[in-house]
């Protein structure tokens, strides 16, 4: 799976990111590897 | 994190995806990024800098959009500017603004040369479809400079768009608007571009119109293509959904009818469609119903806000678009979808209160009040002298009057002042009536809205003809004409001996209303 445009969230302290340029390693906070974040089901508005 | 960061991020993820469909073009992202640098680059060599104001007057089109984002890379202020304007309205907007730079479309080239003496702050006009004399040429510009990335110092509270918005006593307001506000609204509601998700976003608000620009942005973060078109037309609209696949659409009800009502509507294939949004006027529950028995496959959002909350501060979701359950759940819903503007997003708190500020219990009727890191606090030059805007614990009159439920949907039963939205547009009863009393044949003069099935509302002019003058309806709204924008014109007049008025000598709008109101 490409990191690329995928949401990342700590789950110790709630800290998001967006991958924008994907690389070899795995994202970590806190000590631990990030969660990848599903996309939102609600429509956004616009 | 500022507005730029969204076109860095889309930039970066989807580059060789469709930015931008406009007139037969087609721009990546890559080339539209590349485009607004050299407008950046080029607009820097004629001075613009940060806090620096840059005008536009023109349809939607793909070069208003990077005029926003080359203004913006350079930590300049735009300022987009109602085409339906006339020359005194824009002068004001412009002067007020204190614009240094001004671009425009060929129809507003000879309106603005007109009021141009006036606008001592404006040092270069730019012409966006073609040379012309005195004018260096949009596309020049951007032949001719650097496409080396912008870096500016741009801080999260920065002010980014300039808006205009019809005021209730007269005047446009200029209404500040922050790279935060919408960043805070975007980074909340709008999932980022992704390689694997490829949404199409068809734009017919005008983009002086905060929702317009709200579009744009999340569209832009969201890595979608925006499918513009210059105005709104109803064939075109659906032809254009049919031919490049649109997902999503944002219409105001006024255009919403129009399709539904179109004798051609069933031709088109518009099952593409994935979410309607809409709002900016009372919805006809008649018309949203139809809609939905017309498009089942189609998510409605209803979003309410204002160019003051930096647009969206509640929904009515799609959920709510679905009357089905129970006989009490399905009369709960039907009562929602005929006059609720759904629940506050995450970011705003919204309460009822009364006239004396109180905050009202669920089912207490009283004005909408906002609060909010989006709203804004004061309007453009007025620091801190913007009477009435906000309360004085902070929260914002949205002027709107309304009543919550046990649930926190808010209902709108009218506007708290004397304000007419017809199609979306806001009018100012005092402009349109300073207009009126500067006719000689007119002693007095009061305008009021009065329903309208395809707009929503119409002005009408309640008019006291000046001791032995004669005058006609036509020969009044022909005064208008040439004064006013076309949407502000009053659709009827209405000749009466005197205006009722209140001991301080204001006319009483209510009493107009009631016996003048009705189509």
């Known amino acids: 799976m490409s990191q690329l445009g995928k949401r990342y969230r700590c789950q110790e302290c709630n800290t998001e990111i967006l991958c924008t340029k994907a690389g070899d390693g795995a994202p970590l906070c806190c000590d631990k590897e990030m969660e990848v974040q599903e996309p939102k089901p609600i429509a956004s508005s616009d | ?519």
């Open chain 2, 1 to 519: 994190m500022n507005t730029t960061d969204f076109l860095s991020i889309a930039h970066a993820i989807c580059p060789e995806r469709d930015c931008m469909v406009f007139g037969g073009k087609r721009r990546t992202y890559a080339r539209t990024n590349d485009r607004i640098n050299r407008l950046a680059n080029g607009l820097s060599e004629l001075g613009v800098g940060k806090g620096d104001r840059v005008g536009i007057i023109h349809v939607n089109c793909s070069q208003y959009i990077e005029s926003y984002y080359a203004v913006t890379k350079l930590g300049a202020i735009l300022v987009p500017l109602n085409f339906r304007a006339k020359a005194g309205e824009l002068s004001y907007m412009i002067a007020n603004a204190e614009a240094k730079v001004l671009l425009m479309g060929n129809r507003y080239i000879d309106l603005i040369s007109t009021i141009l003496p006036q606008l001592p702050t404006v040092k270069q006009l730019i012409s966006i479809e073609g040379r012309n004399e005195g004018m260096l040429y949009y596309e020049d510009i951007i032949d001719s400079s650097s496409s080396g990335e912008c870096i500016c110092e741009i801080d999260d509270e920065d002010i980014t768009i300039l808006m205009y918005t019809a005021g209730t006593t007269g005047r446009p307001k200029g209404v500040p608007l922050r790279h935060s506000a919408f960043v805070v609204y975007v980074l909340e509601n709008v999932e980022p571009a992704s390689p694997e998700i490829e949404e199409k976003n068809l734009l017919t608000v005008p983009l002086y119109h905060v929702a317009g620009i709200q579009a744009v942005l999340a569209a832009v973060y969201g890595g979608r293509t925006l499918v513009l078109m210059s105005q709104f037309e109803v064939k075109e609209w659906m032809e254009t959904v049919q031919r490049e696949q649109a997902t999503r659409a944002m219409l105001v009800p006024t255009m919403l009818k129009r399709i539904i009502d179109d004798p051609d509507f069933t031709r088109y294939d518009l099952t593409s469609l994935q979410v309607i949004t809409y709002g900016a006027a009372p919805m006809p529950f008649e018309v949203i119903k139809k809609a939905i028995d017309l498009m089942p496959w189609v998510k409605f959002i209803n979003a309410f806000g204002q160019t003051e909350t930096a647009s969206t501060i509640t929904m009515l979701g799609p959920d709510d678009h679905i009357i089905k359950g129970t006989k009490e759940e399905r009369e709960k819903k039907l009562k929602r979808l005929t006059s609720s503007i759904g629940r506050p997003l995450p970011d705003v708190e919204v309460q009822i209160i009364d006239e004396d500020g109180n905050s009202l219990p669920p089912l207490g009727v009283g004005e909408i009040v906002a609060k909010g890191s989006r709203i804004i606090t004061d309007y453009w030059g007025n620091e801190g002298k913007s009477l009435h805007l906000l309360t004085s614990d902070g929260w914002l009159h949205t002027g709107d009057i309304g009543w919550m439920d046990e649930e926190g949907y808010i209902y709108l039963v009218g506007r708290g002042d004397d304000m007419i939205i017809r199609g979306g547009e806001n009018i100012s009863p005092e402009e349109v009536e300073d207009v009126l009393y500067s006719y000689s044949k007119i002693e007095e003069a009061a305008v009021i809205g009065v329903p309208d099935p395809e707009w929503g509302q119409q002005p009408r002019a309640i008019v006291v003809l000046k001791k032995g003058e004669d005058g006609t309806a036509e020969e009044i709204m022909e005064y208008c004409r040439s004064r006013l924008a076309g949407f502000k014109r009053p659709a009827s007049v209405i000749f009466i001996d005197s205006l009722p008025r209140n001991p301080m000598g204001k006319a009483l709008k209510r009493e107009l209303r009631e016996q003048y109101g009705q189509p």
